[in-house]
């Protein structure tokens, strides 16, 4: 199997991942109108429409202007990372406030969404900045941004390069703990990465879960 068929499974799997993302955008809007900003619909179809591009372009790799296709994946993840955030800020607004509009359940399903869109959209920056990524960069090992635990054993594994789902474990693992688990970032943007999820994971699980559950309770 060639590198660019093992591009493209990657890609599908990171691609399913960038729309079960937006969908959970969708289902936090749909849960509560005021949780999102500005014109809702015109930013998931300008998502929807940023990701239908990448995904043309994985298709055709010989495509010219890789670098627009870079700036238009920077600017997908940008919209959804933005979005999300705007989100846990809306929702800890309305925490706060005495004329709140949100059930116990609307908290909940609200805060499940953003977790895991944190997640997901986060395995897509860590893909993309050290990996082929949404634009199929070529993935260098002297230009990386983690060191995973594969690297330090280059005999028992002669050529491994990581793929998404490995970035997804790394994500998953960053959301929960608030720290990487065997892999460790080894540049400062990768580090500002992560530091900016476990800031939002936090959030969401200390702040708005915990009061949903008392909410629940009440």
Same mark, same amino acid.
């Given at each position: 199997?060639?590198?660019?068929?093992?591009?493209?499974?990657?890609?599908?799997? $990171?691609? @399913?991942?960038?729309?079960? *993302?937006?969908?959970?955008?969708?289902?936090?809007?749909? /849960?509560?109108?005021?949780?999102?900003?500005?014109?809702?619909?015109?930013?998931?179809?300008? &998502?929807? $429409?940023?990701? $239908?591009?990448?995904?043309?372009?994985?298709?055709?790799?010989?495509?010219?202007?890789?670098?627009?296709?870079? @700036?238009?994946?920077?600017?997908?993840?940008?919209?959804? @990372?933005? &979005?999300?955030? =705007?989100?846990?800020?809306?929702?800890?607004?309305?925490?706060? +406030? /005495?004329?709140?509009?949100?059930?116990?359940?609307?908290?909940?399903?609200? *805060?499940?969404?953003?977790?895991?869109?944190?997640?997901?959209?986060?395995?897509?920056?860590?893909? &993309?900045? !050290?990996?082929?990524?949404?634009?199929?960069?070529?993935?260098?090992?002297?230009?990386?941004?983690?060191?995973?635990?594969?690297? !330090?054993?280059?005999?028992?594994?002669?050529?491994?390069?990581?793929?998404?789902? !490995?970035?997804?474990?790394?994500?998953?693992?960053?959301?929960?703990?608030?720290?990487? *688990? !065997?892999?460790?970032? =080894?540049?400062?943007?990768?580090?500002?990465?992560?530091? *900016?999820?476990?800031?939002? +994971?936090?959030?969401?699980?200390?702040?708005?879960? $915990?009061? +949903?559950?008392?909410?629940?309770?009440?």
């Amino acid at each position: 199997m060639n590198k660019l068929t093992l591009y493209r499974q990657d890609f599908a799997l $990171a691609q @399913t991942a960038l729309f079960v *993302a937006i969908c959970l955008q969708i289902v936090t809007w749909a /849960n509560n109108g005021n949780l999102s900003f500005g014109p809702h619909p015109l930013i998931i179809l300008s &998502e929807i $429409a940023l990701a $239908a591009i990448l995904g043309m372009m994985a298709l055709h790799p010989t495509l010219p202007k890789r670098g627009t296709y870079r @700036t238009a994946s920077f600017s997908l993840l940008g919209l959804i @990372t933005i &979005e999300n955030i =705007i989100s846990i800020v809306l929702v800890l607004r309305q925490l706060i +406030s /005495n004329a709140s509009s949100l059930s116990g359940y609307q908290l909940l399903g609200s *805060a499940v969404a953003i977790f895991l869109t944190n997640i997901i959209v986060f395995a897509l920056w860590y893909w &993309e900045i !050290d990996s082929p990524g949404l634009t199929g960069k070529r993935w260098s090992r002297h230009d990386r941004d983690f060191l995973f635990l594969q690297h !330090d054993k280059p005999h028992d594994y002669p050529g491994w390069q990581p793929n998404f789902v !490995d970035y997804l474990y790394h994500s998953v693992t960053n959301a929960i703990n608030f720290a990487p *688990a !065997d892999t460790r970032p =080894i540049t400062r943007q990768a580090k500002l990465l992560m530091g *900016a999820q476990a800031l939002v +994971s936090v959030t969401t699980l200390a702040l708005i879960i $915990a009061r +949903s559950v008392s909410i629940l309770g009440q």
